[in-house]
């Protein structure tokens, strides 16, 4: 299988403060990631496509300006959470298609982010 | 639309019997389809998938699923449970109008095997 590795595993912040969190492909080069929200016992809410070298694609009422996305090189994607507020807290995951051809290839999983907003 | 449904919210089995995980899709055309397993405060772990071919699909873990075109189901399977397959079971189907492989999840079932 492939493995994506996610940075943090857990973080707790003030209220106000931003927090990023890094998403790494550790063996393969993945051009397209995604980034879910999970809240407690709910299916994973697709925030956002993060693509190599552009800019990501966010999905309907999730703001743009809030959870900035980089994807910064084929093996790293970053979200981060500006002015967080206690309504951020939640689980984040990540994950990649291992293949350039992304149209039946399973997604790999990072390990999620528990974020904690204070 | 497309949607992915898994009705129930929980299913409960006793060690050693048979488990069944339902889901059902509505996608236009030919359907991918995924099965993942999620422990607690851990990413998810792709089960198996089926794409085209034999109806029946075999994974790991020894899950298998069946893909069934006329009830548009693919219901996860496994002959005899293990208490160690206890977790969150997610269906998920290939969102047909994205190039980029972005899947549509199913609100998950929480497996329950007991001793």
């Not at chain 1, 809240?39 to 694609?57: H, I, V």
């Not at chain 2, 851990?42 to 873990?61: E, H, M, P």
Request: net charge positive.
């Amino acid at each position: 299988g492939a493995v994506v590795s996610q940075h943090p595993s857990w973080v707790i912040c003030k209220s106000g403060t931003s927090v990023k969190i890094e998403c790494r492909s550790l063996d393969f080069q993945a051009t397209t990631m995604f980034w879910y929200r999970q809240f407690p016992k709910q299916s994973l809410m697709l925030m956002a496509t993060s693509n190599e070298g552009s800019k990501a694609t966010y999905e309907q009422g999730v703001e743009k300006d809030k959870f900035l996305i980089n994807h910064a090189s084929l093996t790293l994607s970053t979200l981060t959470v500006t002015s967080a507020h206690p309504e951020d807290s939640s689980f984040y995951i990540c994950s990649a298609p291992k293949s350039a051809s992304t149209s039946y290839n399973e997604q790999f999983f990072g390990p999620g982010t528990r974020l904690t907003v204070l | 639309a497309q949607s992915v449904a898994q009705p129930e919210d929980q299913v409960n089995v006793a060690e050693g019997n048979p488990l069944t995980v339902k889901c059902t899709y509505s996608v236009s055309g030919n359907p991918y389809l995924f099965w993942y397993v999620q422990y607690p405060n851990r990413g998810l772990q792709f089960l198996l998938k089926y794409i085209t071919g034999d109806n029946l699909v075999k994974g790991s873990y020894g899950f298998e699923a069946e893909f069934n075109k006329s009830q548009t189901s693919f219901h996860l399977k496994k002959p005899s449970a293990l208490v160690s397959d206890s977790a969150l079971y997610f269906c998920a189907v290939r969102d047909m109008t994205s190039n980029t492989g972005k899947l549509i999840f199913g609100q998950g079932t929480t497996l329950q095997v007991k001793p």
